[in-house]
């Protein structure tokens, strides 16, 4: 099972609403990811968990606070966003763990298309 | 520089044709390499993974991979138009972060 669930799936919101996006997978996975990816661009690196512990973060603005509640869950809570944050939102995983090949693979979740009106 | 180029193509090949898809990195110490399909408006599905040179062959589609040019590659054998969609490929250097190419769009004529 390489599944990575995501919801909600489609999310309209105004820009003073606060909301929040989920991500869960049961494959034992313990990096998460949070990608934001606009049309036609590749996938664009927000937020790294590793081992419920945030250890990357690429300069995202406040607006955007990820939580890892534990191992296998994954929040992005939005508040005050900007119409330019209106984008397809991605959470991934994978093994985390120092090893070699196959356990490095990053399986992506659906993904949740973000509106911000 | 960019950490990871893939031509944007649009790429067209005809129906039961090879398309071959490439792509350079920068990174010498990177040790993995994937491949994503992405259909429009989905998000990115991993169909290869490679991680040593040579090549690594699953149904129609062969990843090969060479360090020491810094270069990776993905052939698609007897292309279908279901394989149209964008191919990213993405780069894991020692740590937690995957660097994506801009992606190349193929397109398989019928």
């Known amino acids: 099972d390489t599944e990575v669930t995501q919801t909600p799936k489609h999310l309209v919101m105004g820009m003073t609403n606060k909301k929040s996006l989920k991500c869960e997978q049961h494959?034992?996975?313990?990096?998460m990811y949070w990608y934001k990816q606009k049309a036609k661009k590749p996938p664009e690196l927000m937020f790294v968990?590793?081992?419920?512990?945030?250890?990357i973060n690429e300069s995202v603005p406040s607006r955007f606070s990820p939580e890892c509640p534990n191992s296998s869950l994954l929040n992005l809570h939005l508040h005050a966003l900007q119409p330019e944050d209106s984008a397809l939102y991605l959470c991934a995983s994978r093994f985390g763990a120092p090893l070699a090949g196959e356990y490095n693979e990053q399986f992506f979740g659906p993904g949740t298309r973000l509106t911000v009106l | 520089q960019k950490e990871v180029e893939q031509n944007s193509g649009p790429l067209s090949v005809p129906e039961g044709a090879i398309a071959s898809l490439n792509c350079t990195y920068s990174d010498r110490g990177s040790q993995s390499f994937f491949w994503y399909r992405q259909y429009s408006g989905k998000s990115p599905e991993l169909i290869m993974s490679?991680?040593?040179?040579g090549d690594k062959e699953d149904g129609r589609f062969t990843a090969q991979l060479n360090k020491a040019s810094q270069y990776v590659s993905l052939l698609i054998r007897d292309s279908q138009p279901s394989d149209s969609a964008t191919y990213l490929c993405?780069?894991?250097?020692?740590?937690?972060?995957?660097?994506f190419g801009t992606g190349t769009s193929l397109t398989v004529i019928p």
């Open positions: 490679i991680y040593s040179n």
């Open positions: 494959m034992g996975h313990r990096a």
């Open positions: 968990y590793s081992y419920e512990k945030l250890s």
């Open positions: 993405a780069v894991k250097n020692t740590g937690n972060q995957f660097y």
